[in-house]
């Protein structure tokens, strides 16, 4: 009689001790399906699939002579049944054209006109349970797709290798997130189709060059002048590639189709009409674009989801989605310098002492990260690069005995 359901919650193992039987209650501050931002709810499909990868490969070699050997292929990687998390009680969009009506438990209906955050509860696919402060679905829905051409080009001989290798590829996916808390989705998370774009760790271009040599100086010299001129090496690594993508985003969109306290998806932001995604690339050296690697003019807010609406009360004014999608534009092109000298002195036939220098970084060279913030409603910090990638230049001494 005074009694009313709650949702149960796993507090704790009594004492943290995972043998004994955890302790289930009541979700603190929600007695009942009511509106509350204290209870995080997540969903997990009946069938939940097991994820799964199909690789295609097709390489061909060539002995070019002279020790010289070329490698051409073809690299592709599908994966299905990912998980991803996403908010799945996202509210319909009401307009006076075209209501939501919702039906009581006792068979009164209520026809909403106008898409507000105060009303998004009642316009959800869920009834009742759209104030809480999170509740999602981890799902296994996700997908991704790799496809790529590569090429090496290697020599080996006495004194050395070397090796050049070339990758241009594409990766796309729904997510590149493997976090179960957070929510993955980008704008509309309705349909997966629009969490679709190039990977977070996506690289076009990639060119990576290693070498090692044994200087001949001094090979045939004996004594002391050997000792102190010969058993010379250089040995490296330099690699060039691609930035990571990144979006550029608007935190206000799509207020019309989530509540307060739901955990939003990343939202895109529009384009000034006339505008391309291109037109919003600067050029130039980067040194002079970290105050605005992006053009802000070229971007505009999301629009209004009620155009109509607004026009009649702009205090009710909610936004649609941006049309702009996920990871459109390309950070920094990034090199890597990484260089050794190597000096080996022969003590007896079954000892040697390795003198090494390594220098990572050797030129000094800033690789510069994407914009750390990308939304238009910052928009102080817009388009701006604060941050390198990697280390300055480094130098290591190394000595190894080998016996």
Same mark, same amino acid.
Do not use: M
């Given at each position: 009689?005074?009694?009313?359901?709650?949702?149960?919650?796993?507090?704790?193992?009594?004492?943290?001790?995972?043998?004994?039987?955890?302790?289930?209650?009541?979700?603190?501050?929600?007695?009942?399906?009511?509106?509350?931002?204290?209870?995080?709810?997540?969903?997990?499909?009946?069938?939940?699939?097991?994820?799964?990868?199909?690789?295609?490969?097709?390489?061909?070699?060539?002995?070019?002579?002279?020790?010289?050997?070329?490698?051409?292929?073809?690299?592709?990687?599908?994966?299905?049944?990912?998980?991803?998390?996403?908010?799945?009680?996202?509210?319909?969009?009401?307009?006076?054209?075209?209501?939501?009506?919702?039906?009581?438990?006792?068979?009164?209906?209520?026809?909403?006109?106008?898409?507000?955050?105060?009303?998004?509860?009642?316009?959800?696919?869920?009834?009742?349970?759209?104030?809480?402060?999170?509740?999602q679905i981890f799902a296994s829905d996700a997908y991704s797709h790799y496809h790529s051409l590569q090429t090496t080009l290697s020599r080996r001989w006495g004194a050395g290798y070397f *090796?050049?290798?070339?990758? $241009? #590829?594409?990766?796309?996916? =729904?997510?590149? @997130?493997?976090?179960? !808390?957070?929510?993955?989705? &980008?704008?509309?998370?309705?349909?997966?189709?629009?969490?679709?774009?190039?990977?977070?760790?996506?690289?076009?271009?990639?060119?990576?060059?290693?070498?090692?040599?044994?200087?001949?100086?001094?090979?045939?010299?004996?004594?002391?002048?050997?000792?102190?001129?010969?058993?010379?090496?250089?040995?490296?690594?330099?690699?060039? *590639?691609?930035?990571?993508? $990144? #979006?550029?985003?608007?935190? =206000?969109?799509? @207020?019309?189709?989530? !509540?307060?306290?739901?955990? &939003?998806?990343?939202?895109?932001?529009?384009?000034?009409?006339?505008?391309?995604?291109?037109?919003?690339?600067?050029?130039?050296?980067?040194?002079?674009?970290?105050?605005?690697?992006?053009?802000?003019?070229?971007?505009?807010?999301?629009?209004?989801?009620?155009?109509?609406?607004?026009?009649?009360?702009?205090?009710?004014?909610?936004?649609?989605?941006?049309?702009?999608?996920?990871?459109?534009?390309?950070?920094?092109?990034?090199?890597?310098?990484?260089?050794?000298?190597?000096?080996?002195?022969?003590?007896?036939?079954?000892?040697?002492l390795r003198f090494t220098t390594d220098f990572f970084n050797l030129w000094n060279h800033a690789n510069f990260a994407s914009p750390a913030s990308n939304d238009l409603e910052n928009p102080n910090a817009f388009g701006k690069i604060t941050s390198t990638v990697g280390t300055p230049r480094l130098i290591q001494f190394?000595?190894?005995?080998?016996?």
């Open positions: 009689p005074g009694f009313v359901p709650c949702l149960g919650a796993l507090l704790d193992f009594p004492g943290g001790d995972t043998t004994a039987f955890p302790d289930y209650g009541c979700a603190s501050g929600s007695p009942g399906l009511v509106p509350s931002n204290l209870l995080f709810v997540l969903t997990v499909p009946r069938h939940f699939q097991v994820p799964s990868t199909q690789q295609w490969n097709l390489t061909v070699q060539r002995d070019l002579g002279r020790k010289w050997v070329l490698e051409v292929g073809y690299v592709g990687t599908h994966a299905l049944h990912l998980r991803e998390t996403r908010t799945n009680i996202q509210a319909k969009l009401a307009t006076a054209a075209h209501p939501v009506i919702v039906t009581a438990q006792d068979g009164t209906q209520f026809t909403i006109t106008e898409s507000t955050t105060s009303n998004a509860p009642a316009r959800s696919n869920l009834q009742g349970v759209n104030g809480y402060g999170g509740f *090796q050049g290798a070339y990758t $241009f #590829s594409k990766s796309t996916d =729904a997510t590149s @997130s493997g976090n179960t !808390a957070l929510n993955t989705a &980008f704008n509309d998370e309705s349909d997966l189709k629009f969490s679709r774009g190039l990977s977070d760790f996506d690289r076009k271009h990639r060119l990576t060059v290693s070498y090692r040599y044994d200087l001949p100086f001094f090979a045939g010299a004996s004594g002391l002048k050997r000792t102190a001129l010969g058993g010379w090496s250089i040995s490296g690594i330099t690699i060039f *590639q691609s930035g990571t993508p $990144f #979006s550029v985003l608007d935190s =206000a969109a799509g @207020s019309a189709y989530l !509540a307060t306290f739901l955990s &939003f998806a990343v939202l895109g932001a529009d384009l000034v009409p006339g505008r391309s995604i291109s037109s919003g690339a600067t050029s130039g050296d980067i040194h002079n674009r970290l105050n605005g690697y992006v053009d802000i003019n070229n971007f505009s807010k999301a629009p209004p989801a009620d155009p109509a609406g607004c026009s009649a009360d702009p205090n009710a004014c909610t936004t649609a989605f941006g049309t702009l999608g996920r990871n459109i534009y390309r950070g920094p092109f990034q090199q890597s310098w990484d260089f050794s000298v190597i000096k080996n002195f022969r003590i007896s036939e079954r000892q040697t190394s000595l190894r005995w080998a016996f």
